[in-house]
């Protein structure tokens, strides 16, 4: 099976490609590459599986692309809540309508397996109660409401030539060469190393469900292999129920990795988003899935890569490790236009 990965050299896609690869897929992978700047480590495994890459943007992709490929693995978008509140308008132009548009063309030249990575962030603020995929959506943000409209628009194409499936993950954590610092049991990790300190602004009781980068990997590579009946149309929240934590849970989870790491709670906050996500869907109706990663995993495996590649506080804070950094670099230094298209 060919598969067309878009945002490749994204967080998530750098360990996607050699992931699908070592599985006997394999990849020709899209991304324009506003985040090419970092790269946070090597290893032989991911020079071995580095996939042929086509450098273009989302919204420029046409047919002849796609054209010998199976399937497609769609991630290339804005991806989270503050860059798409940094500009809504371009993150309705790329995550809405690009992601749409790709989907119409994928059915035109007849692939019919089409895997999207959505969010939980589609539930929005919760009461801390469990929500599974019939739950009521409740997007807050740009980027939340985007993922909402291709769900929608998308579902819509599935018939007998079109298998769309949406993967509702959790927030992601653990090592990728493409890091991001942004995501907070990454980012508590990189304090903890820094620092020895986790100094929290509130007092971390809303819940948040996270999900091992490997176990979302997993998640794409069952969704593109399982029968069609199993997942044409189906929307999967991504993650195990046990990775639900308060926010305290979590610095708890992180600083135990990182000897010497002290903790500090701030007051109770005026944000109580929390909500709780079941992921009962996905282990009994996704053929092969089973998550099998903790956050504990997750940040002993980032602990490790820490003291491999002796990490300072300056690899931590550089722009292309966090995403609304370096767009607004790339736009302050008028590498990116308006309509984030390269100058
Ligand atoms: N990381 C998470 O916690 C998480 C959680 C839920 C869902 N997701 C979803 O998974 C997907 C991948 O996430 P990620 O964390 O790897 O994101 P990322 O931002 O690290 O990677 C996205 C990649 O897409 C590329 N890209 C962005 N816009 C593009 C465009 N217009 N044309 C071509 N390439 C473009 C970027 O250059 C980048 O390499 C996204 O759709 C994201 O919304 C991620």
């Known amino acids: 099976m060919k598969v067309f990965v878009t945002g490749v050299n994204g967080y998530i896609g750098a360990v996607l490609a050699p ?18 700047d970092g790269w946070l480590y090597s290893d032989n495994r991911l020079l071995a599986f580095s996939p042929q890459t086509i450098n273009k943007d989302l919204r420029a992709i046409t047919e002849k692309d796609l054209e010998g490929c199976d399937a497609v693995a769609h991630l290339a978008e804005l991806s989270n809540d503050p860059l798409g509140q940094n500009n809504p308008a371009v993150t309705h132009q790329i995550n809405h309508k690009g992601s749409v548009a790709l989907a119409q063309k994928a059915r035109a030249v007849g692939i019919k397996r089409f895997v999207y990575t959505s969010s939980c962030s589609v539930y929005g603020a919760g009461t ?11 997007p807050q943000t740009a980027y939340a409401e985007c993922k909402v409209l291709v769900e929608q628009d998308v579902g819509k194409m599935a018939g007998a030539d079109f298998c769309p499936v949406f993967l509702r993950n959790a927030t992601a954590y653990g090592p990728s060469p493409r890091m991001r610092f942004d995501i907070v049991i990454n980012d508590l990790s990189a304090l903890a190393w820094t620092t020895k300190r986790i100094a929290m602004i509130s007092d971390g ?31 999967f929240n991504v993650g195990r129920n046990s990775d639900n934590y308060r926010v305290r849970e979590i610095a708890e989870i992180v600083a135990a990795e990182f000897p010497g790491c002290e903790i500090s709670v701030g007051p109770p906050s005026a944000d109580n988003r929390s909500y709780r996500v079941s992921f009962d869907r996905i282990h009994n109706e996704l053929p092969g899935f089973a998550a099998r990663f903790t956050a504990k995993d997750g940040a002993r495996q980032l602990r490790e890569i820490f003291e491999r590649i002796q990490m300072t506080d300056e ?9 609304l950094k370096q767009l607004k670099y790339l736009q302050a230094t008028n590498q990116i236009d308006g309509d984030f298209n390269w100058r």
């Open 205 to 235: 009781s809303p819940w948040r469900p996270v999900v091992h980068i490997e176990d979302i990997c997993e998640a794409i590579y069952r969704s593109l292999v399982a029968p069609e009946d199993a997942v044409r149309g189906k929307v």
């Open 19 to 36: 992931y699908l690869m070592e599985r006997g897929l394999t990849v020709l992978g899209l991304d324009t590459g506003y985040y090419r």
């Open 315 to 323: 690899t931590f804070k550089f722009r292309a490790f966090t995403r």
């Open 128 to 138: 801390g109660e469990f929500l599974d995929e019939t739950a009521k959506v409740n």
